[in-house]
């Protein structure tokens, strides 16, 4: 477990992402919010996190939920019965345990560039902190310098550096936390961002 409870949670009306006209559609559950994450080494933040799980048989799947914030566009309420392939209603009174299992379930990876330091968000993959590092470094160093080959240099130098470790427990807090009934078209699974070529390598195991 992340956390011991959740102090302020809203249960949202469903929307509906949009798809093609015929094409059916699955229920998930999306939870997104404030949270406070407490890492001694490293820092003290809040940050924003979003995350999403299946609806399987009339019942969430918390071990099934991946960090991720929809960008598709969405309608409000749920679909046509009609195009249906299963319902869900989230009971006000059943949503902070869901919520509750959604984050116990997920399983987080921060990252920390110690030089800058700057850590990243819940559920932000290392592509997406790679390419908010660069956005820093260009009004930073990098800004500082004409040489190509040296904005290349400290680039190349602060990726290679970041370090990596799972997100252990009490270490994230819920704030304030959203869920709802999300209809997703029937056979689509969030994905994480593609890799930005700009800053590449692995992340170093935190010791």
Known sequence: MYHAGVPVIVVQPPQTLLAPEGVRVTPWVELSGVVAVRIAEW???????????PVVAGQVQPARAVPWTPRHARLPGAPPPARLAASFSLAAADAEAVASEILAALRLTMYWQPELRVASRPGESLPAFRKRLLAALRDGPL????????????????????VARPLAAGELVPRRLAIGTVYYPEG??????????MLTGVARPWR
Do not use: G, K, N, Y
């Not at 820092?43 to 799980?53: D, F, G, K, N």
């Not at 800004?143 to 970041?162: F, G, K, N, P, Y």
């Not at 689509?188 to 070529?197: M, N, Q, S, V």
């Open 43 to 53: 820092c003290e933040q809040e940050s924003w996190l979003a995350a999403t799980a």
């Open 143 to 162: 800004a500082r310098s004409e040489d190509s080959a040296t904005r290349a240099e400290v680039a190349a130098r602060l990726a290679h550096a970041i």
């Open 188 to 197: 689509f699974e969030p994905a994480p961002p593609p890799e930005d070529l």
